[in-house]
């Protein structure tokens, strides 16, 4: 069974940082696209970024040149680097196996089901 864990989040002022981890259990993850997601209250998941199995990256137009996503496949874990933080920012994020679905990022949820999620909230 995959267990994915988020940490990392909390209470920010704008303009802070914040790093994101996310650890894989059950499963070796190194064949695998893994992304972030986040979520706020009564909206769907949105794709934040993904950092694919042959080491290329992508992001959410709103996060470009603020947000790097790396991974350590050693550990299992994948890490989200949040600068320059906005209000705007404020979800649950959480982690998961990413596929490409028609033009978009979406989660491989046949990975491992979600995890708790961790919270961040920017202040402005």
């Known amino acids: 069974q995959v267990h994915l864990v988020e940490s990392g989040g909390g209470l920010v002022q704008a303009g802070g940082s914040l790093r994101l981890s996310c650890v894989v259990s059950?499963?070796?993850?190194?064949?695998?696209?893994m992304g972030w997601f986040r979520q706020a209250p009564g909206k769907e998941r949105e794709f934040v970024a993904v950092s694919g199995r042959s080491g290329n990256t992508y992001y959410v137009d709103s996060v470009k040149g603020r947000f790097t996503i790396s991974r350590d496949n050693a550990k299992d874990t994948v890490y989200l680097q949040m600068n320059s933080l906005k209000p705007e920012d404020t979800d649950v994020y959480y982690c998961?196996?990413?596929?490409?679905?028609?033009?978009?990022?979406?989660?491989?949820?046949?990975?491992?089901?979600w995890g708790q999620g961790t919270q961040v909230t920017v202040s402005s």
């Open positions: 059950g499963r070796t993850f190194s064949g695998y696209n």
């Open positions: 998961n196996a990413a596929v490409m679905r028609r033009t978009r990022w979406a989660p491989n949820e046949d990975f491992g089901s």
